[in-house]
């Protein structure tokens, strides 16, 4: 199976710790996105990248959130001195292309647990 | 900035029995609209999506919806439900303009299926 991939699935931390969640996505997507999702809601954007580049940031990310895409390829999304409202579910997806909307492909997402 | 209603938390059907889930969105320009499935451990898969043309739309495992622009509408329906069909389903709406990308989701719908 070629699809969007997260590592770890589960990742319970306490508070005040850093943690970083990886996403491969689908081979040679363009677009990778980063999602949040809480208990009762839809996910919620998080940032976007073009290749490498991160072309949006939602004002949900805060200083303590940090993502990257080094190389256009595999993605890193840290959270550090994680608070208990920081547990979520994490998604992330990819699409391919350069111009226009196309499908984003959701990854199964890492569930955080801050206690 | 554009936003998902979906009205409906919770649904619950026998088998065999059609189905409508209610999906409103405001936004001021054409919207890009798509359906998402979500099943417990799982990503999200997309069931359908509506750019522009047709307003009646199919999409995978017998699902189709409608676009009513003068409602501000998109309504996933089935014909026939199957106890497979009990998930999370998310209505979601693409912006596009200024590199931006992202989807905004409802908060969904879970559909429970009587057998």
């Known amino acids: 199976d070629t699809g969007v991939s997260q590592d770890p699935r589960h990742k319970i931390t306490k508070r005040g710790q850093n943690v970083t969640f990886r996403c491969d996505p689908i081979s040679e997507h363009n677009r990778l996105y980063w999602y949040r999702q809480t208990l009762g809601q839809g996910p919620e954007f998080l940032t976007y990248f073009q290749n490498e580049a991160q072309l949006e940031k939602s004002r949900l990310l805060s200083d303590r959130f940090s993502a990257e895409r080094p190389k256009g390829s595999f993605s890193t999304l840290e959270i550090q001195r994680t608070e208990q409202g920081d547990s979520a579910m994490y998604l992330c997806?990819?699409?391919?292309?350069?111009?226009?909307?196309?499908?984003?492909?959701f990854g199964p997402g890492t569930r955080l647990t801050v206690l | 900035a554009q936003s998902v209603t979906q009205p409906d938390i919770h649904i619950t059907v026998s088998e065999g029995a059609s189905l409508e889930l209610r999906c409103n969105y405001s936004y001021g320009a054409t919207p890009y609209l798509f359906w998402y499935v979500q099943s417990p451990g799982q990503g999200l898969q997309l069931l359908l999506k509506?750019?522009?043309?047709?307003?009646l739309v199919q999409g995978i495992k017998g699902f189709e919806a409608e676009f009513k622009r003068s409602q501000s509408s998109f309504n996933l329906r089935k014909p026939s439900v199957h106890w497979s069909d009990a998930a999370e389903y998310f209505c979601a709406v693409g912006r596009l303009g200024a590199g931006s990308y992202q989807l905004t989701f409802g908060k969904g719908t879970k559909l429970s299926v009587i057998p």
């Open positions: 509506y750019f522009s043309g047709d307003t």
């Open positions: 997806a990819s699409s391919p292309g350069v111009a226009g909307y196309n499908e984003q492909f």
